[in-house]
Each structure stands twice: as C-alpha cells, then as structure tokens.
C-alpha cells in the first residue's frame, strides 16, 4: 500500500530496554522526520534526515538514535528507554523542494510508546 | 529562532457557529504556513497551506485561513462547525525543510 507506514503501533516496555521504532514510505521522498507528541508541548522534532545516510538532530535528540540506509526506511532506536521518553512518535515525509520551499509534510498513524 | 504560538489551548463552539482559531508565528522572512487536523488516536492530516500569493486560502472540508504579515498571524477560520471538526489543530511553519509547529488547540463542538 502507497503510503507512510509506522510500527509498532503501541508498544510497552520497560526502563533501560532498548526499543526501535520503524517508519516505511512508498513514495521516495527525500525527507524524513520523527516526531513525539506530548501534551502542552504539541510536536517536537527529534531527529530528520534530508536523504539516505544523511541525519541531523532537531529540537530533543538526547536518548534517541537514528539510521537511513535506504531511502524509504528511517528508523527510531530508544537504546536505553527512560519514563520520560513515554509518548507518541509520528513519523513523516516531504518531498525535497529546498528552492522553492513548497515542501509538505505527510504523518504516519503514529507509535504509542510507554515506558514503565 | 522560529516559533510558532497557538494560544488557545482549549476552545468549545456549538455547532453550527462560527470558529477561529489563532495562529502567530516568529519568523524573519516570508514564511511558509499550514494548518494540520489531528482526530483522536490518528496521525496528522493537513487542512491548507500558504506559500504565497493571496493571503486568504482555502482548504478542505470548508476551512479557510488568512495570512497577515502585519500582525504575523495565520488564523483558521470555519463559518459552521460540524460536530466531526473537534479535534486537536496545529498550526506550523516551514524553514530550511524543518516544520515547526504550535502546541495545538483542541476544538470541542456541542450540540
């Protein structure tokens, strides 16, 4: 199915295991990016990725890491999971249009994580 | 820095009235604009966007916003709510392909 494409859906764990989440798109897109969602703070960019092995932090990168090595999968590795990482992560997509900045972004369904 | 103020955390209308729903942002140059809908348990849809050109735009399932430079605003506006537009709306801005977006406001509709 085209699309974006997040699992697992929910997932619970425990402090200190690790956890990766996975992101697929079928589209090809250039741009990659996670996200988590919490209350007050609405969405918070944790790390993007502008095209295959290329990645770069956002705004709350401490305690998560990621990989490209293909273009359409940009997995959400938790190594050490912590209470405070407990949240909802979406995953997106853009095309690249740098010049003239018409990018829009496509979300997944979502990953409801929580950690005990 | 960019960001990005919703500052109505939580707004109730009674269907059929109409609805606004602010947006301000911080951003030097002319900045590109969206709105995103989120219903419960769902990820993220967009709702309209402003590159440029007219400042009013359409978008689906009737929804409107306006872009000011002046008071660096991008409002949504609804003329009739539906019961099906509660939800949670963002507002968020597009530089150097980073999204920055609000902390949302959360539409509730009553009968």
């Known amino acids: 199915d085209a699309g974006i494409t997040q699992s697992p859906r929910y997932k619970i764990t425990e402090t200190g295991r690790q956890v990766t989440l996975m992101c697929h798109q079928t589209?090809?897109?250039?741009?990659m990016f996670w996200y988590r969602q919490d209350l007050g703070h609405g969405l918070r960019l944790i790390y993007y990725?502008?095209?295959?092995?290329?990645?770069d932090k956002g705004e709350v990168p401490d305690g998560y890491v990621v990989s490209r090595s293909k273009t359409e999968n940009f997995p959400l590795t938790l190594e050490s999971a912590t209470r405070s990482q407990t949240s909802v992560y979406f995953c997106a997509s853009s095309e690249d249009r740098a010049y003239s900045g018409a990018n829009v972004l496509t979300f997944g369904a979502g990953s409801r994580l929580t950690v005990l | 820095a960019q960001s990005v103020t919703q500052p109505d955390i939580h707004i109730t209308v009674s269907e059929g009235a109409s609805l606004e729903l602010r947006c301000n942002y911080s951003?030097?140059?002319?900045?590109?604009l969206f709105w995103y809908v989120q219903s419960p348990g769902q990820g993220l849809q967009l709702l309209l966007k402003y590159f440029s050109g007219d400042t009013l735009v359409q978008g689906i399932k009737g929804f409107e916003a306006e872009f000011k430079r002046s008071q660096s605003s991008f409002n949504l506006r609804k003329p009739s709510v539906h019961w099906s537009d509660a939800a949670e709306y963002f507002c968020?801005?597009?530089?150097?392909?980073?999204?920055?977006f609000g902390s949302g406001t959360k539409l509730n509709v009553k009968p």
């Open positions: 951003y030097g140059a002319t900045p590109y």
């Open positions: 589209w090809s897109h250039s741009y």
């Open positions: 990725s502008a095209a295959a092995d290329i990645t």
């Open positions: 968020a801005v597009h530089n150097f392909n980073k999204f920055y």
